[in-house]
């Protein structure tokens, strides 16, 4: 897992294979790479399952800890 507020980047280790990324639209319009392919997700994606995995032997960030909290709170009880 890469965590950066780099979209420059993020949009490089994407264009070398290296990852895949969900970020903003805007950011490939400022950092365009004709090797980042664009698949906008729609409303249709809801239904997709979405899994979230850390290893549990090392650190977490506060960041990371908080957001897993906010997934637990706010998804519905049957998805966890």
């Given at each position: ?24 639209k ?25 899994i979230?995995?850390?290893n549990?032997e ?14 637990r ?8």
């Amino acid at each position: 897992m890469l965590l950066s507020s780099q979209w420059d980047l993020i949009v490089e280790v994407v264009s070398r294979g290296q990852a895949v990324s969900i970020m903003p639209k805007p950011v490939l319009v400022k950092h365009p790479d004709p090797n980042v392919a664009c698949v906008p997700l729609t409303d249709g994606m809801k239904y997709w399952d979405t899994i979230l995995a850390w290893n549990k032997e090392r650190y977490m960030s506060k960041a990371c800890m908080l957001f897993l909290e906010y997934v637990r709170r706010h998804l519905p009880a049957d998805d966890l």
